[in-house]
């Protein structure tokens, strides 16, 4: 007896994580991306999960190799899931985003993918965002306000 099955095509699927940095007083951490795609433009700290790593890990890694700001895990509060099918032009790529807050003073340095890391005022945003990071922004605010 010879069984048939239905052909199924999955979707590859990446996992990653972001972190929204925020100032009593108002201000957002972001960088300026130095690679494709969005060479140059504004977005949020973040990246892939490795394997063995929570998405709060990640969050936490991404934040320190991007900016040099170091936070702990348990200071993260979680914003939500992310996950348009086109959110991301290279392929499929689901985020658990997150929102934290620091001090006003917090020091930062640009690594890792970053051409550039600054504190921007909310309510003096750059006129675009990379990504879906101008709606994880508001759903951030949202959530502190």
């Not at 969005?38 to 890990?57: L, P, Q």
């Not at 700001?69 to 099918?85: E, N, W, Y």
């Not at 020091?107 to 993918?113: H, L, Q, R, S």
């Not at 994880?136 to 306000?145: P, Q, V």
Request: charged fraction near 25%; avoid cysteine.
């Amino acid at each position: 007896m010879t069984e048939t099955f239905e052909t199924e095509t999955f979707e590859t699927i990446r996992y990653t994580a972001d972190v929204v940095v925020l100032t009593p007083d108002g201000d957002v951490l972001l960088i300026e991306r130095d690679w494709p795609p969005y060479k140059g433009d504004w977005a949020i700290a973040g990246g892939h999960v490795d394997i063995g790593e929570t998405s709060r890990e990640a969050a936490v890694r991404e934040l320190a190799e991007e900016t040099g700001v170091h936070v702990s895990a348990g200071d993260l509060r979680q914003i939500g899931v992310f996950d348009q099918p086109d959110r991301d032009p290279r392929a499929r790529y689901v985020t658990v985003a997150y929102v934290v807050t620091v001090p006003a003073d917090t020091p930062i340095v640009a690594g890792d993918d970053a051409r550039t890391a600054r504190w921007w005022p909310l309510d003096g945003l750059p006129d675009r965002l990379a990504f879906d990071h101008a709606d994880i922004l508001s759903a951030a605010t949202a959530l502190t306000s």
